[in-house]
């Protein structure tokens, strides 16, 4: 069973950045798009970002512009740069294949936007 960490999140002002790490365990992570989803308190957990295999990007409406996803195959690393943060952008985020999350999940790393 493939696992997941999540690390990079902490306390960041309004219209700071932050950049989070995704490694996956086991093999043929390269095969896998990839997607960073996040949860906010007391509500569902949402898709956020998403890579393909080949580096082929697609993003939820209100991160497009200030987030970046990419990917290094090498690594079995999914990252996601976090700019210009919003108060709305606090939740736990997490990674997992996309659009199907088919892996466990992992413990996610907080993030939280002061304004």
């Known amino acids: 069973q493939v696992q997941v960490v999540e690390s990079g999140g902490g306390l960041a002002q309004a219209g700071g950045s932050l950049r989070l790490s995704c490694v996956a365990s086991g093999r043929f992570f390269s095969d896998y798009t990839m997607g960073w989803y996040r949860q906010a308190p007391g509500k569902q957990r949402d898709w956020v970002a998403r890579?393909?295999?080949?580096?082929?990007?697609n993003y939820e409406d209100s991160v497009k512009g200030r987030f970046t996803i990419s990917r290094d195959n090498a690594k079995n690393t999914v990252y996601l740069q976090m700019n210009s943060l919003k108060p709305e952008d606090t939740a736990v985020y997490y990674c997992n294949t996309g659009p199907a999350h088919i892996w466990s999940w992992g413990q996610g790393t907080q993030v939280t936007v002061s304004s």
């Open positions: 890579v393909t295999s080949s580096g082929i990007a």
